[in-house]
T-cell receptor, first 114, second 112 residues
Framework: AQKVTQAQTEISVVEKEDVTLDCVYE???????LFWYKQPPSGELVFLIR??????QNEISGRYSWNFQKSTSSFNFTITASQVVDSAVYFC???????????FGAGTTVTVRA | EAQVTQNPRYLITVTGKKLTVTCSQN?????MSWYRQDPGLGLRQIYY???????DKGDVPEGYKVSRKEKRNFPLILESPSPNQTSLYFC???????????FGPGTRLTVL
């Protein structure tokens, strides 16, 4: 069984602060895929990143960066210089190679105050 | 425009009255799936389909049915809805699995 844990329920920061969202996963598969999705207040789910288990390079996209560490089964997400538009619920998700399911964490609500 | 559409977007119904939530994608995706979102639980997978006529249970299939008669459509059927099925439902599709899934706008269902 696969499991994704996002221990932080809510994070509140002031604009321009950095914020890091934790994601810890469990899987027995050697090949697996990790995802981050954003859900803004409007409710839609927006894809942010997909990473496979063989690629441990960190990735940066604008103010977003991701730190994948297989040794600690973590795939953390950092927003640098946060903005009010970053206020959203962020979900980490995991899919393995032996079934066709996508497992989500409970989500972390980020509130960025002006 | 490439998209996943769901209808209706909002639905209030009563216990036991059969309902169908439609899902359609125009991207020729093979994989489609339904999720429900509940506070504190994230999204949980209800059913998925690898291709036409191929469906399987997700983690929370009880009380739901699906069908995949055409590649583009994947309706979710609640034959006898109950209040514990009040939730926000999302349909998603992807080219295959585990390709990135793209989500519809959501359907907010209330069962009284």
């Amino acid at each position: 069984a696969q499991k994704v844990t996002q221990a932080q329920t809510e994070i509140s920061v002031v604009e321009k602060e950095d914020v890091t969202l934790d994601c810890v996963y469990e899987t027995r598969d050697t090949t697996y895929y990790l995802f981050w999705y954003k859900q803004p207040p409007s409710g839609e789910l927006v894809f942010l990143i997909r990473r496979n288990s063989f690629d441990e390079q960190n990735e940066i996209s604008g103010r977003y960066s991701w730190n994948f560490q297989k040794s600690t089964s973590s795939f953390n997400f950092t927003i640098t210089a946060s903005q009010v538009v970053d206020s959203a619920v962020y979900f980490c998700a995991l899919s393995g190679s032996n079934d066709y399911k996508l497992s989500f964490g409970a989500g972390t609500t980020v509130t960025v105050r002006a | 425009e490439a998209q996943v559409t769901q209808n209706p977007r909002y639905l209030i119904t009563v216990t036991g009255k059969k309902l169908t939530v439609t899902c359609s994608q125009n991207m020729n995706h093979e994989y489609m799936s339904w999720y429900r979102q509940d506070p504190g639980l994230g999204l949980r997978q209800i059913y998925y389909s690898m291709n036409v006529e191929v469906t399987d249970k997700g983690d929370v299939p009880e009380g739901y049915k699906v069908s995949r008669k055409e590649k583009r459509n994947f309706p979710l059927i609640l034959e006898s809805p109950s209040p514990n099925q009040t939730s926000l439902y999302f349909c998603a599709s992807s080219l295959g699995f585990p390709d990135t899934q793209y989500f519809g706008p959501g359907t907010r269902l209330t069962v009284l």
